[in-house]
């Protein structure tokens, strides 16, 4: 009889190990079943799955790959955290936005789990001279401010510091952000960026009087909004970071001073992994350029959830988008985060909106205790992995702006912008082709859905850097859609012809409602075509069906006053039909050409 070991784990140690070739031959086997012949590395291969940034996720990763040592939470390079404690004191800083000057918003969010305030103040939100009413019964030593205020960072920070000293509140005790970012100012509306000798006497001023309070945010938002991908949001926050090093010490601080007076702004995104290595990536980046300054430190870091990936149609799917996000933002190590409200894309949020949002950040650390573990994700070999590709990725971009001249020269000159287009060129075409699912936009929509009304929010910058959305193109066809309702009583519509038993035809059926639905065609199932009220049709079934009676069904449909008929499928030859919807297929494309033939402008 074979003794074993007492460790407490024996069960089946008898057995050998699995290795990698025998997990590689059963995927063989599996792509093998499906049409594709491969062996090896290359099994593994058709498995992963194409990034942004020429990034790669691997179906499966063991030990063999490889990262840099992380080191340990609040040292160098803090890929585990720019604090020793991480978020584990009583969780992340749950930061909320506001554009207008309702007091009782803002100390309604405080008074129900909010613990700081992002005011975005000025010509497109609070007036300066706002601000006392809209912080009145704020206690300023508790609740940090951080001000959003674009060129007029130098009076509206002015007024809170005002604030601070005739509440009587302890300089030492004041904590947030001024809010300075004059190159994100430039991005945003494409002027030059505002002048910085203001600023650069704020950072003094918090330097010597306010030792908690910074003056400049460096915020990636506007690069992300342009539909910036992760590696590009990381080098454009690490050009902007360094500009902002340059203008601080030439002003007289020291290098030590400058670091302190910057906080970091990104995006978090429903793709949790990539959000997690992101800000990961972002501490080991930062730490590099502040050693290489003479001041290492750590950074840190306020995470808001994207603009980018909320959805105007079903918004109520943005929360559960949010969470994800905001879950990612925490395992990520952000010290602050903004969750923004499910209906941010509609207008001015309600109550019911910013209490969802700031309880989704209460339950993640209270009852899922998100918090409780610093740094969650380290050790997996997949963040690791791609923390350290996206760093690599990073940097590459950042080394490609200093040699465009700077963070200012790249905006001034166009070329940013040029590299922002280009990546959310190829993205929106995953997004034309469903490659990249909108679940309730392109997947399934609904058409009957009423959407809440929300009062018009302020006006955001422009004139710079687009705001890009996911549901943009989408977006556009359901508003034709809606348009033709209003005009007429009812939706273009569009006949689907089922062929078959329901095993046969449910499949493309479904798939082909979604598709059309997407558009904001309404499908019709029953009856027949002439009393659908469409003037299109789509034949939905089996390859083996088609092959029998598609060029029939087909004449038939035409006869009975059919323009144009689809079938859904891959394209093949046959009779008398007009297009092929797939998956894959440019549906963006398909829906916007079927709404010219039925006349919906």
């Known amino acids: 009889m074979t003794v074993l070991p007492d460790d407490g784990l024996s069960l089946a140690a008898e057995f050998p190990d699995a290795t990698h070739e025998q997990w590689q031959r059963l995927v063989e086997g ?9 062996s090896g590395t290359a099994a593994e291969d058709a498995l992963s799955t194409s990034l942004e940034d020429g990034l790669r996720a691997r179906p499966l990763y063991t030990a063999d790959d490889s990262a840099p040592e992380p080191g340990l939470p609040g040292f160098a390079p803090f890929v585990r955290g720019g604090r020793a404690e991480g978020n584990t004191l009583g969780g992340w800083d749950v930061r909320q936005r506001h554009t207008t000057a309702d007091g009782a918003a803002v100390l309604g969010d405080l008074e129900n789990g909010v613990t700081s305030l992002w005011l975005i103040v000025g010509e497109h939100g609070i007036p300066v001279a706002q601000l006392d009413s809209t912080l009145t019964g704020v206690f300023l030593d508790l609740a940090p401010v951080v001000l959003d205020a674009g060129p007029e960072v130098a009076s509206a920070a002015g007024e809170l510091l005002r604030l601070y000293e005739e509440r009587g509140v302890d300089p030492r005790a004041v904590r947030g952000n001024l809010g300075a970012d004059p190159l994100g100012f430039a991005a945003r509306t494409g002027g030059e960026a505002f002048d910085f000798a203001p600023v650069a006497a704020l950072a003094r001023r918090c330097a010597e009087e306010y ?3 910074r003056a400049l945010t460096v915020d990636a938002l506007p690069y992300h909004e342009a539909g910036g991908s992760a590696a590009q949001e990381l ?13 601080l010490t030439e ?28 800000l990961r990536a972002a501490r080991r980046l930062w730490a590099r350029v502040a050693e290489v300054c003479g001041a290492p430190g750590g950074q840190v870091q306020h995470a808001v959830t994207s603009p980018v990936m909320m959805s105007r149609r079903d918004p109520w799917v943005n929360m559960l988008r949010t969470t994800i996000a905001t879950l990612a933002a925490g395992v990520g190590g952000a010290e602050s985060v903004t969750v923004l409200p499910f209906d941010h894309a509609l207008g001015r949020p309600d109550a ?52 465009l001249g700077g963070q200012a020269a790249a905006l001034r000159s166009g070329r940013l912008g040029e590299d922002l287009a280009a990546t959310w060129a190829a993205r929106s075409a995953k997004l034309a082709e469903r490659r990249e699912p909108i679940t309730g936009v392109s997947e399934f929509p609904n058409l009957a859905e009423r959407l809440p009304e929300r009062a018009p929010a302020p006006a955001e910058p422009s004139g710079g850097l687009p705001r890009v959305r996911r549901d943009e193109a989408y977006e556009a066809l359901r508003a034709r859609s809606d348009a033709h309702l209003a005009a007429t009583g009812s939706r273009p ?4 012809a089922a062929l078959g038993p329901a095993a046969a035809h449910t499949a493309r059926l479904t798939f082909a409602s979604n598709l059309f639905q997407a558009g904001g065609i309404e499908p019709v199932t029953e009856g027949e075509f002439a009393d659908s009220g469409a003037t299109e049709a789509c034949l939905c079934s089996s390859d083996a069906l088609y092959e029998e009676q598609a060029a029939d069904v087909t ?45 919906v402008s």
């Open 493 to 496: 519509r569009i006949f689907l």
């Open 30 to 38: 599996v792509l093998r079943k499906s049409g594709k012949e491969v």
């Open 211 to 213: 030792p908690g309070l």
């Open 352 to 403: 019911f909106a910013r209490r969802i949002a700031r309880n989704t950040s209460t339950i993640l650390v209270e009852e899922s205790h998100l918090s409780r573990v610093i740094d969650p994700a380290g050790g997996s070999w997949y963040v690791e992995r791609l923390t350290d590709e996206l760093a690599h990725a990073g940097w590459e971009f950042f080394q490609h702006i200093e040699q």
């Open 555 to 599: 004449g038939e449909l035409k006869s009975a006053g059919a323009g144009h008929v689809f079938l859904a499928g891959r394209p093949a030859q046959y009779t008398g039909v007009d297009a092929y919807v797939f998956a894959g297929c440019d549906a963006v494309a398909v829906l916007s050409a079927t709404l010219d033939r039925m006349g």
């Open 235 to 247: 080098g454009a926050s690490l050009a902007t970071g360094v500009a902002y090093l340059r203008e």
């Open 251 to 278: 002003a007289g601080l020291s290098v030590e001073q400058a670091v302190f007076q910057l906080e970091f702004r990104y995006a978090a995104t429903a793709d949790q992994f990539l959000t997690v290595a992101k």
